[in-house]
């Protein structure tokens, strides 16, 4: 009998130390580095005008810049459905507050965004424009949408707010996007 206890014991024992939770990491704030440059040497004439980023972008490039760091500065929010703050958020609260932060006036949910804006191709896709999905195989409607942050001739990211893992880029590659998209908007 006491044998059995104590292989009872050690089996309760086992168990209870396998089901400590998984840490996340989504409450760390992101540091970015950059290393010092060499001062700029003095010029003894007038200089010549100097592109900067800013004369060198359209306005539609700038803002679209601008949207797309904006939502980035929220990579690892946790999600919340009708969220809108770093507590959390969900798809459509992101590209909200993205958005309005560069007085850019957006419905809240995301099947009133996929309203708004110029229906365009897959391969016309630029940074900053939005693309909806339905990820619900029994919704009739559109119930997610993200910010393209990034294009090249293979992939295309985006970024939205999962209900598993937050505020996170994606590639429109991977399955599971590739499969629920419907269509992408140029409201920018």
């Given at each position: 009998?006491?044998?059995y206890?104590?292989?009872?014991?050690?089996?309760?024992?086992?168990?209870?130390?396998?089901?400590?939770?998984?840490?996340?990491?989504?409450?760390?704030?992101r540091?970015?580095?950059?290393?010092?440059s060499a001062?700029?040497?003095?010029?003894s004439?007038?200089?010549?005008e100097?592109?900067t980023?800013?004369t060198?972008?359209?306005?539609?490039t700038?803002?679209a810049e601008?949207?797309?760091?904006t939502?980035l500065?929220?990579s690892?929010?946790?999600y919340?459905?009708?969220g809108?703050?770093t507590k959390?958020?969900?798809?459509?609260?992101?590209?909200?507050?993205?958005?309005?932060?560069?007085?850019?006036?957006?419905?809240?949910?995301?099947?009133?965004?996929a309203?708004?804006?110029?229906?365009?191709?897959?391969?016309?896709?630029?940074?900053?424009d939005l693309?909806?999905?339905?990820t619900?195989?029994?919704?009739?409607?559109?119930?997610?949408v993200?910010?393209?942050?990034?294009?090249?001739?293979?992939?295309?990211?985006?970024?939205?707010?999962?209900?598993?893992?937050?505020v996170i880029?994606s590639?429109?590659?991977?399955?599971?996007?590739?499969?629920?998209?419907?269509?992408?908007?140029?409201?920018l």
């Open positions: 009998m006491v044998r206890l104590v292989l009872v014991f050690a089996v309760f024992l086992l168990i209870g130390c396998g089901a400590v939770k998984k840490r996340t990491t989504y409450g760390k704030s540091q970015v580095t950059v290393g010092a001062p700029e040497p003095v010029l004439s007038a200089p010549e100097i592109e980023p800013e060198t972008l359209d306005s539609h700038l803002k601008q949207v797309i760091n939502a500065s929220y690892g929010v946790k919340k459905y009708g809108t703050t959390g958020m969900d798809c459509s609260g992101l590209l909200f507050i993205s958005f309005s932060k560069h007085e850019v006036d957006l419905p809240r949910t995301s099947h009133l965004m309203d708004l804006g110029r229906k365009i191709r897959i391969d016309e896709v630029e940074k900053g693309l909806f999905f339905k619900n195989s029994r919704g009739k409607r559109i119930n997610h993200g910010l393209v942050v990034s294009v090249n001739e293979q992939e295309i990211k985006f970024i939205h707010a999962t209900t598993s893992r937050g880029v590639s429109l590659r991977e399955g599971f996007w590739n499969y629920a998209f419907v269509k992408a908007t140029r409201i």
